[in-house]
């Protein structure tokens, strides 16, 4: 059983569209991070959210860490083929786990 | 030295025989973990080292082993290799220690880990 639950697992779509995907647990985390991570690669962190109800805006990426510290929310506007990847939230205690990830093609 | 470097990038090993994969940090971060990440899957937390010490453990089984130095590189050794064992396994470090939450973790591209 994964500490952390993704969805969708699997989102496809067209170059333009908006998206959001979702990081859920039953577990109070002091902080969760967000990676993408492209094949043969290992992740790389794309944001850190410490704070209940925290929002950060990166370009066109916007992350909300829920109130009560359990969940989590990655919005992409205007999706671009780039942003094509597996996007995996980790939620951190003491030490850090993985969801399974949602993997992201955006088509041109 | 920046970034995180493992080695080596892929290994090819027989059922039963010992692995150890081998991962060097950036200076100054005192906190490393490693991963199993099968293919499909997010990464599953092995286990983390906090200054030469183990800091927490994931759920595996003993035959998976790590070590830590003091000049920031680790190791992870894991004994009786299993097909199951076939993964890509992640090491990823970090600056801040354990309880300090505001610190993102840097990782390798990992070893693609092959038991035949």
């Known amino acids: 059983t994964q500490l952390l639950e993704q969805s969708p697992q699997f989102l496809s779509i067209q170059e333009g569209e908006n998206l959001t995907v979702y990081c859920n647990s039953s577990?109070?985390?002091?902080?969760l991070q967000w990676y993408r991570q492209e094949p043969g690669e290992g992740p790389v962190l794309l944001v850190t959210v410490v704070t209940g109800g925290e929002v950060k805006k990166l370009k066109r990426l916007t992350f909300q860490f829920g109130d009560a510290r359990k969940d989590s929310s990655l919005h992409i506007t205007a999706a671009q083929t780039g942003d094509t990847g597996l996007y995996l939230c980790a939620g951190k205690n003491n030490d850090m786990r993985f969801g399974a990830g949602t993997r992201l093609t955006v088509k041109p | 030295e920046t970034g995180v470097t493992q080695s080596p990038t892929h290994l090819i090993k027989t059922r039963g025989q010992q692995v150890t994969l081998r991962c060097s940090s950036q200076s100054g971060h005192n906190t490393v973990s490693w991963y199993q990440q099968a293919l499909g899957q997010g990464p599953q937390f092995i286990f983390q080292?906090?200054?030469?010490?183990?800091?927490g453990r994931g759920n595996f089984p003993p035959r998976f082993s790590g070590l830590q130095f003091p000049n920031y590189s680790s190791e992870l050794n894991v004994n009786a290799l299993e097909l199951d064992d076939s993964a890509l396994y992640l090491c990823a470090s970090s600056e801040g220690g354990p309880s300090i939450q505001n610190y993102g973790y840097t990782f390798g591209s990992g070893t693609r880990l092959t038991v035949v």
């Open positions: 577990s109070v985390f002091s902080s």
């Open positions: 080292y906090y200054r030469e010490e183990e800091n």
